[in-house]
């Protein structure tokens, strides 16, 4: 069983940057796919952003691509979400998943992004 616990959300004005942070346990953690969700209230759950075991591929969804950088350290089990130029529609609470391939099994609390203009 893998627990994931995330870090790093608060509150930020328009243009500002946000580190998130997700520290993993409990598995192996070079032996997953590791990914940002985020939802907002009265939305349904969207893809940020997904690395992969090595952390040589990323993927990131439309909205924050250019934006937005995943990255991992397999010697320390955790996955960063660099997020810059953050924008009111960014607010959500954003939620770290872990799994094989693309299926995510492991999900994290989530951390609160809170972005105004």
């Known amino acids: 069983q893998v627990q994931l616990v995330e870090s790093g959300g608060r509150s930020v004005q328009a243009g500002a940057s946000l580190r998130l942070s997700c520290a993993a346990s409990?598995?192996?953690?070079?032996?997953?796919?590791m990914a940002w969700f985020r939802q907002a209230p009265g939305s349904q759950r969207e893809f940020v952003a997904q690395i992969s075991r090595s952390g040589r591929n990323t993927y990131y969804g439309d909205s924050v691509k250019g934006r937005f950088t995943i990255s991992r350290d397999n010697t320390k089990a955790t996955v960063d979400l660099q997020m810059n130029s953050l924008k009111p529609e960014d607010t959500a609470v954003y939620l770290c998943?872990?799994?094989?391939?693309?299926?995510?099994?492991?999900w994290g609390q989530g951390t609160q992004v809170t972005v105004s203009s």
């Open positions: 409990g598995g192996t953690f070079s032996s997953y796919s």
């Open positions: 998943a872990a799994g094989p391939a693309a299926t995510f099994h492991y």
